[in-house]
């Protein structure tokens, strides 16, 4: 196949990522839930702005690249909600894996390859730009909860231990937004939009 | 103002682009139209995907950058049908600066004149990463309304010569690319999804 034909075969199955619909809501379209291509957007853009929070140096380009693939994966396998049980995050990590094989492996060999890697080292949240990629996409939903009356942490009845422990990546890679978290969550906590535990 | 509180009150400011509604459809969830967030990621992706078509060095990260915060003006000035008339396009302009300065100044000082001048950049389309910025842009929704049966090219009885004048900027900085979309046009003229002029 033509490298270019793989690429534009990649390039509309992915479009398919913006009928994924997650938990969280979008105050300004009617409280609509979001998908995950626009989400995946707009922690791209929160990776440029909060960058300089880094306590350790990230590639911002590396960063970028993976929050703009880290849910295509959801194409197949849906979006899980963050705070589902233990043993859905098990059987959806399987799904998961299906499904960058498959979806990544509509590019041409070397560029499927990289995206892969990619994919997996954010998966692994080893590295200092995964956890700082991690970090983005697990920050955005307090800052659109909080500005939102508690959003899908009210109507989920999410709990306070739950979006710490989700957080917990900020605390080493990006210590001054773990800060602003905490104090965060336990407005959370007074308003009722989380419960205390 | 504490700057970490002007980059979130920034964040959720761009929520607002997940609002904003383009002429065209996604085909994968029931032919709705697409917003500009979305829309956004799709083509900050295709940069990643099409880098190596570039006929010059282009800058990845910034022209990346740029697919991120282009159509954030739209907040304000709403989205313009890339082909409407040519006095709607003169207004629109003057709308977009104005949006441009009140959105990015909600940044603190330096990153949001750093963003202003990426965007500003952008707009004036001199610079190879900008061009190659544009060409993304342009270039998506060729492949979208091809894989949909003409999708808003039909609807809204759009010319052949309104999408290769679009498409220029493909010509000297992704002449691959622009050899694909004369021929992806003659199709569509063939199958009656745009105009022959
Ligand atoms: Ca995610």
Redesign the pocket.
């Known amino acids: 196949m033509h490298p270019l034909t793989a690429q534009i075969t990649f390039m509309l199955e992915i479009d398919k990522l913006k009928a994924v619909y997650?938990k969280t809501v979008v105050q300004a379209d009617n409280n609509r839930h979001e998908n995950?291509a626009e989400?995946?957007w707009h922690?791209a853009l929160l990776a440029q702005v909060m960058a300089d929070y880094a306590s350790e140096p990230v590639d911002i380009l590396r960063v970028t690249k993976m929050l703009l693939i880290?849910?295509i994966v959801?194409i197949d396998a849906g979006?899980l909600f963050?705070f589902a049980e233990e043993h859905d995050h098990q059987a959806q990590e399987q799904k998961e894996l299906d499904a960058a094989n498959r979806i990544f492996g509509l590019l041409p060999e070397q560029s499927g390859q990289d995206m892969l890697s990619l994919w997996l080292e954010f998966e692994q949240a080893q590295s200092a730009d995964a956890q700082f990629a991690k970090a983005m996409?697990?920050v955005l939903p307090v800052l659109q909860n909080m500005s939102n009356h508690g959003g899908s942490w009210k109507t989920n009845k999410v709990k306070k231990s739950q979006v710490l422990k989700r957080n917990t990546y900020l605390q080493t890679i990006a210590p001054k937004l773990w800060d602003y978290v905490i104090e965060q969550v336990d407005i959370a906590v007074n308003n009722a939009w989380l419960v205390d535990d």
Chains 1, 2 share one sequence.
């Open positions: 997650r995950s989400h995946s922690i880290h849910d959801e979006d963050a996409d697990r």
